[in-house]
């Protein structure tokens, strides 16, 4: 019986992560290192070939420990990472609101000297275009709370989220 409980618990613990969880995770971890870290771990297994969204997922999830890294080069080499996997991300499912949505949050709270801006105003035109399409009620909210805060979106912008 003990061993059939310990069983359960590493098999519970090594779960993948799903989309849902990443969405809930994501906007916490922008602040808070242990969540970052959290996420980042729990999206280690994650390849592009399983899932382009929760790939996307998992290059913001590197940027954010660049974020909370403490050494220049470890910082460098996370954010380059994360970088490289939310574009081959998008490259392979450009269609995708909600990867553009992590691109652009992820652009909008880079840091200037990084230079990873150039697709805020496309990624803003393409969510804006299709926000209304959305089926999913956890990803429209994710994005209107997040445009809330955003000095991407004009505040009529804002109002049509």
Known sequence: MKALLIIFFVSVLFLPIDVQEARELYPMAIDDAEVADSLYKKLTAINLENNATLYGYKGAAYTLKAKHAKGIKEKKTYFKEGVAMIESAIALDPENVELR????????????????????????????????????????????KYSKDSKVFSEEEKATL
């Open 101 to 144: 949505f992590v691109r652009l949050s992820v652009q909008e709270n880079a840091p200037k000297i990084v230079n990873y801006r150039e697709d805020l105003e496309s990624d803003k035109s393409f969510i804006l275009k299709k926000y209304p399409q959305i089926k999913d009620p956890t990803i429209k909210e994710l994005i209107k």
